[in-house]
C-alpha cells in the first residue's frame, strides 16, 4: 500500500512541478523563437539514447513536432552539436556535408539550425535549447546565436532548480512515507485533572514519531501536508489513540488534536463513526487556519449532534483563537500556556485569564488552563473558577502504559480514602 501511494505522490508532485517550470520555460520559447522570427524552438533533454522533446513552441497552430516525441539521439542535430560535430549555428543546411545527409533535415524541413547545449548545475548536460526555419536566413549571425546561449542559460536554470525540487520532494515523501504505519506512530497522553471531582477524566493526545535524529509532531504535519498525506497522517494517529483509550476507564475521555480541513472534508467523520461521542473531544488550535467558517460550521455539525464536544486550542495566544472562539462557539475553550505562566503574580496575565474566564461561563464553555507548573499557579487559577487543568504539576504527556498505571494508582487511592472514611464512620 505504501509504494501505491508514493507513487500516486510523486506522480502529483512531479505533475504540479512540471505545469509550473513549463510555463515558464514555454515563454522563454515564445520570446527567442519571435525574436528571432524563427518557425519552431524547443527545449530537448537527452535521456536513455533518446532525443526528446520537452517543450515546443511553433510560429503555426500546426506543428510537425510535438511535446514527448523522441528520436535516437545519435540520429539528431542536438548531439552532434553538443559533441562538435557540427556548427551551432548552421544558415543552409543543405550545404553542410552532415546535416544534409541527415534523415532528420528532410523530415522536419529544416534549412537554417540554431542549438545550443543546456548545462545544469552540476555541469553536466541536460540537452539542447534549439530553434529552426523552414528557409534560410543570411541576416541571422554571431549576435543572436549569442542571446540563444543566454535563454539557454536561464532555461538551464529554471531546469536544475526543478530537478532539485522534485528531489527534495522524493525525499520528504519517501521520510513521509516510511512513517505511515501504526508501528512506527506513538501516541502519549498528557492527563486533564478535574478540580472539583479530584481526579483525572482526561487525556489530550500527541503523536510521537520515534526516528532518528528525533523530529518534532509539528514537523511530520507539516511534510505530510506538503506531499499530501496530512489527513493520512492525522487519521491514522486518531486511530491509534481512540484504540488505545479502550484500555482506560469508561467515564476517561481523550482530547485529539485535528485540522479544519480533514472536517470540512469529512475525514475525521468517518475516523470517528464508530466512537462513542462521550469519548473523544476534538481539539482545534489556534495556528489552524479557517477560510470559511460557515462552510466549517456546517461540516462540524453532525458530529456535534452526535455529542462530540468541540475545544478551541491556545486561547489568548493570538487573534486567531478569538476569531476560533466567537465563530464556532466552543464547547471547551483551553488557556493558553503563555497566559497561564505566572499568571498568580503577573496583573495582566491574571486580569485576561479572568476576562476569558468570565467570557467562557457566560457562553456555557468549559475552561482547562493548559501550562500548570507550580502549585502557586495552581492555587491561582483555583481561585478564579477554573475547574480542569493540565500541565507539568500534573503530569508530563506519557504512553499508554504509565496512563493506565496512573489511572489504577487514582483508583486505588480512592478506594483508599473511602475505607478510611467508612473507618471514621465507625
Known amino acids: 500500500m505504501n509504494k501505491k501511494i508514493l507513487a500516486e505522490l510523486l506522480l502529483a508532485n512531479a505533475r504540479k512541478d512540471r505545469e509550473s517550470v513549463s510555463e515558464d520555460l514555454q515563454q522563454i520559447l515564445s520570446a527567442i523563437r519571435t525574436h528571432l522570427d524563427m518557425d519552431i524552438a524547443f527545449i530537448a533533454e537527452f535521456s536513455q539514447g533518446k532525443r526528446v522533446f520537452k517543450y515546443i513552441d511553433s510560429k503555426k497552430e500546426s506543428c510537425v513536432i510535438k511535446a514527448g516525441d523522441s528520436d535516437p539521439v545519435n540520429e539528431t542535430y542536438c548531439h552532434k552539436i553538443v559533441n562538435g560535430e557540427i556548427p551551432e549555428h548552421i544558415t543552409d543546411t543543405l550545404k553542410n556535408p552532415i546535416t544534409e545527409k541527415l534523415d532528420v ?109 528525533y523530529r518534532t509532531p509539528d514537523v511530520w504535519i507539516n511534510e505530510a501536508k506538503q506531499v499530501g498525506v496530512s489527513a493520512n497522517l492525522e487519521i491514522m494517529a486518531i486511530k491509534k489513540a481512540t484504540t488505545e483509550l479502550e484500555q482506560l476507564p469508561k467515564d476517561t475521555y481523550v482530547s485529539i488534536n485535528t485540522s479544519p480541513e480533514h472536517i470540512i472534508n469529512g475525514a475525521i467523520a468517518t475516523a470517528l463513526k464508530e466512537i ?108 478564579l473558577g477554573v475547574n480542569k487543568i493540565q500541565g507539568f504539576y500534573i503530569g508530563r504527556p506519557m504512553p499508554i502504559l504509565d496512563a493506565i498505571a496512573l489511572q489504577r494508582s487514582e483508583i486505588s487511592r480512592s478506594r483508599q480514602d473511602s475505607v478510611e472514611v467508612l473507618a471514621n464512620v465507625r
Open 276 to 383: 462513542s461521542p462521550k469519548k473523544v473531544v476534538l481539539e482545534i488550535t489556534e495556528h489552524a487556519p479557517i477560510t470559511d467558517y460557515v462552510e466549517f460550521r456546517e461540516a462540524l455539525k453532525p458530529l456535534r449532534d452526535r455529542g462530540i464536544l468541540l475545544a478551541i486550542d491556545d486561547a489568548g495566544a493570538g487573534y486567531a483563537s478569538f476569531q476560533h472562539i466567537l465563530e464556532i462557539a466552543p464547547d471547551v475553550i483551553k488557556l493558553d500556556t503563555s497566559i497561564i505562566h505566572d499568571v498568580n503574580v503577573d496583573p495582566a496575565r491574571h486580569a485576561l485569564a479572568t476576562a476569558i474566564i468570565s467570557f467562557a461561563k457566560e457562553t456555557n464553555a468549559e475552561i482547562i488552563a493548559e501550562g500548570v507548573e507550580t502549585q502557586e499557579e495552581y492555587n491561582a487559577l483555583r481561585l
Open 105 to 213: 533535415t528532410t523530415a522536419l524541413s529544416i534549412r537554417h539550425y540554431m542549438g545550443v547545449p543546456i548545462r545544469i548545475a552540476d555541469g553536466s548536460i541536460y540537452g539542447t535549447f534549439c530553434c529552426f526555419n523552414h528557409k534560410t536566413d543570411e541576416t541571422i549571425g554571431e549576435r543572436e546565436l549569442s542571446m540563444l546561449r543566454i535563454f539557454a542559460d536561464l532555461a538551464g536554470k529554471q531546469i536544475d532548480s526543478n530537478i532539485k525540487s522534485n528531489l527534495e520532494k522524493k525525499e520528504m515523501t519517501d521520510r513521509v512515507i516510511s512513517i505511515l504505519d501504526p508501528s512506527k506512530l506513538n501516541m502519549v497522553y498528557q492527563p486533564i485533572y478535574d478540580i472539583q471531582q479530584d481526579k483525572i477524566t482526561g487525556y489530550e493526545s500527541t503523536l510521537r514519531v520515534m526516528t532518528n535524529p
